[in-house]
């Protein structure tokens, strides 16, 4: 009687409970294939984090040393204050930079992202051999891109200083700035955009009103990594820069042949807070934006 509760006859009671241990054994079989934690991927992970920072937190360390030796003789802030107060040329070869880097990436996003539309939206005869030539820049070694254009500049009788400084660093971000904002697109709906035409939006107002909002936090992030390229650039710089146009990499290899200055250690302390300061409320934004 108690087998026939709910209507259920005892052959389908016992169907049941053997489907039940049937299902729990192929649940155990399929938890042991699936792959698990490898016991020291937290060691290796920690490894990997100290071996990245350890160098930057020994020079924010030793950019309050007293001494200009590798040994803590106590805490001062001497080389602030000559980095601050004592370091004129040093403060001009970085504001050089500033003004090359923010320049020279503002008109290379502008051109990479026009490229990346156009390649996105229009279809035309050698797409695929513009977009793939488009990488060279990449790929090759920039000792080989250095020489290149001062071998062009040289030819075109285009005297070294900062206009050749600043070609040089829009020619290497382009590409990067193409790859960035080109895997934003494809990643957006082109329905969108064929949604405005429909609705009457003339080229012009596709392109601001439509695909460059989609597109903000790829040019976005294209236009820091462009930025930061050329911050840090030294080969290409070295082979192109005139009288007047050292920038803070050049500046500090100069000082480097004479000998380790603290204060350069101060100076990369102060870098690495601005761009904490910069990129970090940069970064809540994008995803704040991407998420919409």
């Given at each position: 009687m108690a087998a026939?509760?709910?209507?259920?006859?005892?052959?389908?009671?016992?169907?049941?409970?053997?489907?039940?241990?049937?299902?729990?054994?192929?649940a155990k079989a399929a938890a042991k294939l699936l792959p698990r934690k490898a016991k020291g991927s937290n060691l290796i992970f920690w490894l990997v984090i100290l071996f990245l920072f350890a160098p930057l937190f020994v020079l924010l360390i030793y950019s309050f040393n007293r001494s200009r030796s590798g040994e803590w003789t106590g805490f001062s802030f001497v080389w602030y204050q000559r980095l601050f107060l004592e370091s004129p040329d040093l403060w001009r070869a970085f504001q050089n930079s500033v003004v090359i880097?923010?320049?020279?990436?503002?008109?290379?996003?502008?051109?990479?992202?026009?490229?990346?539309?156009?390649?996105?939206?229009?279809?035309?005869?050698?797409?695929?051999y513009v977009s793939t030539m488009s990488f060279i820049p990449m790929i090759l070694p920039e000792i080989v891109v250095g020489v290149s254009l001062l071998v062009f500049f040289a030819g075109v009788g285009l005297r070294l200083g900062m206009l050749?400084?600043?070609?040089?660093?829009?020619?290497?971000?382009i590409p990067f700035v193409y790859l960035l904002v080109s895997a934003r697109l494809e990643e957006s709906d082109p329905s969108v955009v064929e949604a405005a035409r429909d609705l009457g939006a003339s080229e012009l107002q596709t392109l601001?009103?439509?695909?460059?909002?989609?597109?903000?936090?790829?040019?976005?992030?294209?236009?820091?990594?462009?930025?930061?390229?050329?911050?840090?650039?030294?080969?290409?710089?070295?082979?192109?820069?005139?009288?007047?146009?050292t920038t803070l990499p050049l500046y500090i290899y100069s000082m480097i042949r004479?000998?380790?200055?603290?204060?350069?250690?101060?100076?990369?302390?102060?870098?690495?807070?601005?761009?904490?300061l910069l990129v970090y409320p940069l970064r809540n934004f994008l995803k704040v934006f991407a998420a919409r």
């Amino acid at each position: 009687m108690a087998a026939k509760i709910h209507g259920l006859k005892p052959y389908r009671i016992a169907a049941l409970f053997h489907a039940r241990r049937v299902v729990r054994k192929g649940a155990k079989a399929a938890a042991k294939l699936l792959p698990r934690k490898a016991k020291g991927s937290n060691l290796i992970f920690w490894l990997v984090i100290l071996f990245l920072f350890a160098p930057l937190f020994v020079l924010l360390i030793y950019s309050f040393n007293r001494s200009r030796s590798g040994e803590w003789t106590g805490f001062s802030f001497v080389w602030y204050q000559r980095l601050f107060l004592e370091s004129p040329d040093l403060w001009r070869a970085f504001q050089n930079s500033v003004v090359i880097a923010f320049t020279s990436a503002l008109m290379a996003t502008a051109l990479g992202t026009l490229a990346a539309v156009g390649t996105a939206r229009y279809s035309f005869k050698f797409k695929s051999y513009v977009s793939t030539m488009s990488f060279i820049p990449m790929i090759l070694p920039e000792i080989v891109v250095g020489v290149s254009l001062l071998v062009f500049f040289a030819g075109v009788g285009l005297r070294l200083g900062m206009l050749t400084v600043w070609i040089a660093h829009t020619t290497f971000n382009i590409p990067f700035v193409y790859l960035l904002v080109s895997a934003r697109l494809e990643e957006s709906d082109p329905s969108v955009v064929e949604a405005a035409r429909d609705l009457g939006a003339s080229e012009l107002q596709t392109l601001f009103r439509v695909i460059i909002p989609m597109a903000l936090p790829g040019i976005a992030s294209a236009f820091l990594t462009a930025v930061t390229l050329s911050l840090e650039d030294f080969v290409i710089t070295f082979f192109v820069s005139g009288p007047g146009a050292t920038t803070l990499p050049l500046y500090i290899y100069s000082m480097i042949r004479f000998g380790v200055s603290p204060v350069v250690n101060a100076l990369s302390a102060v870098m690495i807070a601005g761009t904490v300061l910069l990129v970090y409320p940069l970064r809540n934004f994008l995803k704040v934006f991407a998420a919409r």
